[in-house]
């Protein structure tokens, strides 16, 4: 008798592919889906730009109209000991001068927000990508690191989001923090003034929307790169880790 002829399985059906609302929705849901869609379909990355965009310039907006330039600045030297001290002892119109320079500086810093992510994202994104496939033995695109990236970075939208309502909501204006503006991190209910920097700054650094944003590009890293979870967790938070330490060294030694 002939041997039955056996048909080789079937390859199992590639998952259709998502549309950006949908990435979107399963960031906060289900980022896994999204992860393999970046992997399996399309690196775009425009959709969850434009969101951080948008509600970043409201919260600029919040803060031009609630507190003032002028006084997110006053309140930042004010929250520095060793710069307002310095400030006191100046001339008066150097005083004036560095005012309006801290002021402005501020200012354009955060309406250059957007580019200013582009080109953090673009340098992270490579360190990462070379960490995951070098270290770890993955097979990530740098354009598909990039897209992990800003996507997981839609969970700062809910830090931008709840510092917008307080703004509006009434807190007081020499009180506004601009590095600790939502209450998302440990070091926003610290006084900045009466706390040890390099304690302010590790305390600020451990923030829920940053630790989950971080959860989430590590299983998005490891997803892109087909490596192991924890291959994706040890990256991404190593490299968080070490720039928290440098952040902490350098408010020790000069903050």
Not at 131 to 138: D, L
Not at 235 to 255: C, H, I, P, R
Request: neutral net charge.
């Amino acid at each position: 008798m002939s041997e039955p002829i056996v048909q080789p399985a079937a390859a199992p059906a590639e998952a259709p592919a998502l549309s950006q609302m949908q990435r979107v929705t399963n960031i906060f849901t289900a980022p896994s889906k999204t992860f393999i869609d970046i992997r399996d379909h399309s690196r775009a990355w425009w959709m969850p730009f434009l969101i951080m965009v948008v509600f970043g310039y409201i919260l600029f907006a919040a803060i031009t109209m609630k507190v003032g330039w002028a006084q997110v600045a006053e309140n930042a030297i004010h929250m520095n000991p060793k710069s307002e001290e310095r400030l006191a002892q100046a001339p008066p119109d150097q005083r004036e001068t560095t005012m309006k320079i801290t002021t402005y500086s501020m200012e354009g810093g955060f309406a250059a927000t957007p580019l200013l992510v582009l080109a953090i994202l673009a340098l992270g994104s490579l360190v990462l990508w070379g960490t995951i496939n070098f270290m770890f033995g993955g097979k990530a695109t740098f354009g598909g690191i990039f897209c992990v990236w800003m996507y997981s970075g839609l969970i700062g939208v809910i830090k931008t989001i709840l510092g917008t309502i307080m703004l509006f909501t009434g807190v007081a204006p020499e009180s506004f923090n601009l590095n600790n503006f939502a209450p998302t991190s440990i070091g926003a209910f610290l006084s900045p003034t009466e706390t040890n920097q390099a304690l302010y700054r590790l305390a600020s650094s451990i923030d829920f929307t940053t630790i989950w944003s971080l959860a989430v590009m590590s299983i998005g890293v490891a997803t892109v790169a087909r490596v192991k979870r924890t291959s994706g967790y040890f990256a991404v938070f190593g490299w968080w880790a070490l720039t928290v330490l440098v952040g902490v060294g350098w408010a020790a030694a000069f903050g």
